[in-house]
């Protein structure tokens, strides 16, 4: 019904910056919750962003406050994170989700996501 897909990941060095994309397609529709987690080997997936359907709601990981930035842009179907000041502790494959809801209020909760996309790897450098 909808398909996502990531792209931007990739390898920086420590205090560098990458922006990740996400394209949804499909039965697409604005009344999405969307989120990026991520999973680092032998680790769970975690939640690390989130937004609300109409992007008036935003929410972090405590990790990644002041440093990451979650958007979406409806027309185009897509949801971006932007990730400044990488450190080493954020490589990980990073995954784009979405949610059917039209809360203000944005899960982080991976279990009630419908829809994920392949995952993309980010490597930071010491």
């Known amino acids: 019904q909808v398909q996502l897909v990531e792209s931007g990941g990739g390898l920086v060095q420590a205090g560098g910056s990458l922006r990740l994309s996400c394209a949804a397609s499909?039965?697409?529709?604005?009344?999405?919750?969307m989120a990026w987690f991520r999973q680092a080997p032998g680790k769970e997936r975690e939640s690390v962003a989130a937004?609300?359907?109409?992007?008036?709601?935003?929410r972090y990981a405590d990790s990644v406050k002041g440093r990451f930035t979650i958007s979406r842009d409806n027309a185009k179907n897509t949801v971006a994170l932007q990730m400044n000041s990488l450190k080493p502790e954020d490589t990980a494959v990073y995954y784009c989700?979405?949610?059917?809801?039209?809360?203000?209020?944005?899960?982080?909760?991976?279990?009630?996501?419908?829809?994920w996309g392949q995952g993309t790897q980010v490597t930071v450098s010491s």
């Open positions: 499909g039965r697409t529709s604005s009344s999405y919750t």
């Open positions: 937004i609300t359907w109409n992007g008036a709601g935003t």
């Open positions: 989700a979405a949610k059917y809801s039209s809360s203000w209020y944005p899960s982080r909760i991976a279990s009630e996501y419908d829809y």
